[in-house]
């Protein structure tokens, strides 16, 4: 097989042809060098201002290693039944959340997707409003619910609603907006109102994404639900905060091993979920 074209052109007559490629700009150059001492600056910086030091950084791991032995052998002292209905009440928690967040955000997210509401304002109201509710971390939002409605998992539930309904919001408007429009044009120019093209174009093409998406945000939200009780919005967290303020570690070393199992199992049945529903083969 012959050379291509390229391969038989002299190098100094490519590199002449395409001088962008071979030779950058001194103001590239320099503006990327710039960038890159700025950064290393500010991490610097940062450091000293955290007051982060190699001598606490390898005195906190020295001390985490003790941590380590004297959580073995576990032991749950007891206990074991008490973290088992825990960890329900976690697993509960995340999907409750992350279901009902997902309901809310789906008419939300046609709301926000240009192609569907081509009203400028409406558009950048719906955006803008998910960007805010999205911004608040999951343990502020626990954290006021508390405030509001008191003490245990439903105060969880609402606030991974909250985070979740922002997070899938905008996901399932950049889904839509991504749609191919050949679909769209044909329920259009078939006579079909917006409303049709809404059911018959568009829902079955991000349905399947909206899907994945939800159960990805249901992974995440077990292991977020794991924290809420610290800040007494039930679940798991009250336990660990508990076991770790008095130091009762062979009991917290199962309970982490109860959350470490949990996670894997069901990171790995989503995942092949997830890839069954957008019709991916499944990996071995």
């Not at 439903?154 to 408007?173: Q, Y």
């Not at 349905?207 to 159960?215: D, E, F, G, I, Y």
Request: hydrophobic fraction near 55%; proline fraction near 5%.
């Amino acid at each position: 097989m012959s050379d291509s074209p390229l391969r038989q052109s002299d190098p100094s007559a490519v590199a002449a042809r395409y001088p962008a490629y071979f030779q950058p700009s001194w103001r590239a150059r320099v503006l990327t060098t710039g960038m890159v001492v700025a950064m290393l600056a500010l991490l610097v910086v940062a450091m000293v201002r955290l007051e982060f030091t190699p001598e606490r950084f390898f005195s906190g791991i020295s001390r985490l290693g003790n941590f380590t032995v004297l959580m073995f052998p576990p032991n749950s002292e007891g206990k074991f039944w008490f973290f088992v209905q825990a960890l329900g009440e976690t697993l509960a928690i995340a999907f409750a959340g992350t279901l009902i967040a997902a309901l809310l955000a789906a008419p939300i997210a046609f709301l926000a997707a240009i192609n569907v509401v081509p009203n400028v304002f409406a558009h950048f109201t719906a955006r803008r409003s998910l960007d805010v509710i999205r911004a608040i971390d999951v343990l502020i939002w626990a954290l006021a619910w508390v405030s509001v409605v008191g003490l245990g998992p439903f105060a969880g539930v609402l606030a991974i609603i909250c985070v979740d309904f922002g997070g899938l919001g905008k996901l399932f408007s950049e889904a839509i907006e991504a749609s191919d429009t050949k679909a769209s044009e044909g329920v259009i120019s078939a006579g079909g109102s917006q409303l049709h093209r809404i059911r018959f174009a568009l829902l079955p093409q991000v349905l399947p994404v909206m899907a994945s998406q939800t159960l990805y945000f249901f992974e995440s939200n077990v292991r977020s639900a794991t924290v809420l009780g610290i800040v007494g919005a039930g679940g798991v967290g009250q336990y660990l905060q508990e076991l770790l303020r008095v130091l009762d570690l062979p009991p917290l070393c199962v309970l982490i091993i109860m959350i470490l199992v949990t996670v894997a199992v069901i990171d790995r049945i989503s995942s092949r979920l997830r890839l069954a529903i957008i019709g991916q083969p499944q990996k071995r």
